[in-house]
């Protein structure tokens, strides 16, 4: 889609109101009762310049009265900032690429900073369609849980063989490691509430989706919502499945297995320095 069609599409967007009114019955009841709430979208992004405004042009800007867009333009070397500018989204720019992890957690940054209610994070390639908004939101409005994730494997989802199993082999991890399951682990299309929002901070540059299940599932409640996953129309994923595979591993051993054995010597060297503490009364 060309500048020219972006900057047309969006003026007609403003006169008609595009498809924002036959939304507004769906989202008045829970608006109604939410006047106040500050809801952020944010939308890591790097060299999407062909699929960013499609995504921007299907948000529904008004569906709440403080709805904040917020592109993470991630060192983009095309006309993704150009295409951001466009809209009327706020823009946070990293003066070089840093990963997905990266501008995902200066989003999130930016939102704990100044005091969202909900976050949601959603892929600039057009895959997370921004329909499933209302979905993602009004769990955490009800206060039901404060953490909800895409299921893409709900519905049926074309992908190849590889990328499911591993997909799967992740679910089992996250069932034998934590007891929790996840259907689609590896999704992106994720909502948090100010409370995860407020108590976690996150470290991972690339394998963020990974670090937010280990810190999240294991104390908060949540649920997954059925969604369907658009194809990307340009350009390719940057995910490379085996330095995923690696990364996941690697999380599993930051974020599982070290703090068991911290935990672990931590007991043994309490229990020791007490044995140490009772012998030498005993000497006295």
């Not at 951001?84 to 989003?107: C, E, M, Q, S, W």
């Not at 997370?128 to 769990?139: G, M, N, R």
């Not at 299309?189 to 599932?217: G, H, V």
């Given at each position: ?7 047309l599409?969006k003026?007609?967007?403003?006169i008609?109101?595009?498809k924002?009114p ?10 109604d009762?939410?006047?106040?709430l500050?809801?952020g979208?944010?939308?890591p992004a790097f060299?999407e310049?062909?699929?960013?405004g499609n995504?921007l ?7 709440f009265?403080?709805l904040?867009v917020?592109v993470v ?8 900032a150009?295409?951001a500018r466009i809209f009327d989204v706020l823009?946070?720019n990293?003066?070089?690429n840093?990963g ?9 940054d ?5 005091n969202?209610?909900?976050?949601i994070?959603l892929?600039?390639d057009g ?8 979905d993602f939101?009004?769990?955490?409005i009800?206060n039901e849980?404060d ?5 893409r494997?709900?519905?049926?989802y ?6 499911i199993?591993?997909?799967?082999l992740?679910?089992?991890f996250?069932?034998?490691l934590?007891?929790?399951?996840v259907?689609?682990?590896t ?6 509430s ?13 394998s963020?989706?990974q670090?937010?299940l ?7 409640k ?8 658009n ?5 390719r994923?940057?995910?490379k499945m085996?330095?995923y595979l690696?990364?996941?591993?690697l999380?599993i ?5 070290l703090?068991?054995?911290s935990?672990l010597?931590s ?13 030498s009364?005993l000497k006295?």
């Amino acid at each position: 889609m060309t500048l020219e069609n972006l900057i047309l599409k969006k003026s007609q967007k403003k006169i008609f109101g595009g498809k924002v009114p036959r939304e507004r019955n769906k989202f008045k009841e829970i608006e109604d009762k939410c006047t106040n709430l500050k809801i952020g979208v944010i939308i890591p992004a790097f060299n999407e310049e062909n699929n960013l405004g499609n995504v921007l042009s299907k948000i529904p800007y008004n569906i709440f009265k403080h709805l904040d867009v917020i592109v993470v333009n991630d060192g983009s070397t095309d006309k993704t900032a150009e295409i951001a500018r466009i809209f009327d989204v706020l823009i946070l720019n990293h003066n070089k690429n840093r990963g997905n992890g990266a501008a995902t957690i200066t989003g999130l940054d930016y939102c704990k900073n100044n005091n969202y209610d909900i976050v949601i994070i959603l892929d600039a390639d057009g895959q997370h369609d921004p329909k499933y908004l209302y979905d993602f939101i009004s769990p955490i409005i009800r206060n039901e849980v404060d953490f909800v994730i895409g299921n893409r494997f709900k519905n049926y989802y074309k992908s190849n063989k590889s990328k499911i199993f591993f997909s799967r082999l992740i679910t089992a991890f996250y069932f034998v490691l934590l007891r929790k399951k996840v259907s689609d682990p590896t999704n992106g299309y994720r909502a948090l509430s100010s409370k995860c929002l407020s108590k976690l901070n996150f470290e991972s540059q690339y394998s963020i989706t990974q670090e937010m299940l280990f810190k999240i599932l294991p104390s908060y409640k949540y649920k997954e919502i059925p969604i369907i996953v658009n194809q990307r129309e340009n350009g390719r994923s940057f995910i490379k499945m085996k330095n995923y595979l690696l990364k996941m591993i690697l999380m599993i051993l930051k974020f599982y297995i070290l703090p068991k054995i911290s935990k672990l010597t931590s007991k043994i060297f309490k229990e020791t320095t007490r044995k140490k503490i009772r012998l030498s009364f005993l000497k006295t």
